[in-house]
């Protein structure tokens, strides 16, 4: 039987959880994909944009957004970039080995705010594996939200994720999805420039939800853009789970002024957040 897990109701609040690696894809040159489930069958609960805190003993532990729907399998998804050494040594692991989880954290991405609007989600990057979950949820629970429309921006075609995703993004009348690359290579036909250009290829209306997900340089671009079509700042929010740490208020390292990242957010309205200086 099934049973349910969030392990932030549990006792010991660092005490990981073991999970099995059903499936690895390396994505990028830098990125692999994982397919987790919990080994003893349980099943998380989750909502789209909050954190796990990722373990391998000997090593140290990272806070990795869950790049998959809860209205999907059994099994979720996470993708490690090789930045640092466990990043480095999770990257090593192969199927069938086992990876340590805590959590989920995090407030998600506020899905009350955004169910009957219409919805823009801009990723940059790396962005698009947070947003991934929440892609996916709309995608499941389409008849929930209006017009749906995705911009996907990276550096070039090699760092791209998601593949199949984007074969199935790039037919499905579920979603109108735009896509460009700041610089293409010989077999890239689509957009090349910075994601901010997306704007000029659809209309975007001002009752229009939007979530932004990628590096800092990109927020201060799409808020302009969307300053001008007239979208108020509390119908923007941010994903700013890069800053997080511990994940559970501890460590202080995801401190915004007054705000604790991985307590209040990760996911911000650009309104609650707009005058901290360092946010941005
Ligand atoms: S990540 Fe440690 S206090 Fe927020």
């Keep these: 039987m099934t049973t349910s897990k969030n392990i932030i109701t549990t006792d010991n609040i660092f005490l990981p959880s073991e999970t099995t690696i059903l499936k690895i894809k390396q994505t990028t040159n830098q990125e692999k994909h994982f397919t987790l489930k919990y080994t003893d069958d ?3 609960f989750f909502e789209p944009g909050q954190i796990l805190e990722v373990s391998l003993f000997g090593y140290g532990e990272i806070p ?47 899905l009350e705010k955004l169910r009957n ?12 594996c947070p947003t991934r979950s929440l892609i996916q949820y709309i995608m499941d629970r389409r008849d929930e939200f209006k017009t749906f429309t995705l911009f996907y921006g990276t550096r070039d075609p090699s760092q791209q994720l998601f593949l199949e995703d984007l074969k199935q993004w790039r037919s499905s009348d579920k979603i109108e999805y735009y896509e460009t690359v700041d610089k293409a290579d010989e077999n890239w036909s689509g957009s090349v420039g910075v994601i901010t250009e997306l704007f000029n290829k659809t209309s ?25 079509i007239g979208i108020p700042n509390n119908h923007i929010f941010v994903d700013l789970e890069r800053r997080m740490k511990c994940a559970i208020g501890k460590c202080g390292h995801c401190q915004i002024n007054d705000k ?21």
């Design 42 to 44: 349980s099943k998380m």
């Design 64 to 110: 990795i957004g869950i790049a998959s729907s809860p209205t999907r399998e059994n099994s979720f998804d996470i993708v490690v970039r090789t930045v640092g050494r466990v990043s480095t040594a999770i990257n090593q692991l192969k199927e069938g080995d086992s990876l340590y989880i805590r959590g989920p954290y995090g407030n998600g991405f506020k």
């Design 117 to 128: 609007h219409p919805i823009l989600i801009v990723a940059g990057g790396i962005g698009v």
């Design 204 to 228: 975007i209306t001002k009752d229009a939800r939007v979530i932004i997900c990628g590096p800092p340089i990109m927020f201060k671009f799409v808020l302009k853009e969307l300053e001008k």
């Design 260 to 280: 604790t990242v991985c307590l209040d957010g990760p996911v911000f309205a650009v309104s609650d957040i707009i005058d901290l200086e360092e946010a941005f």
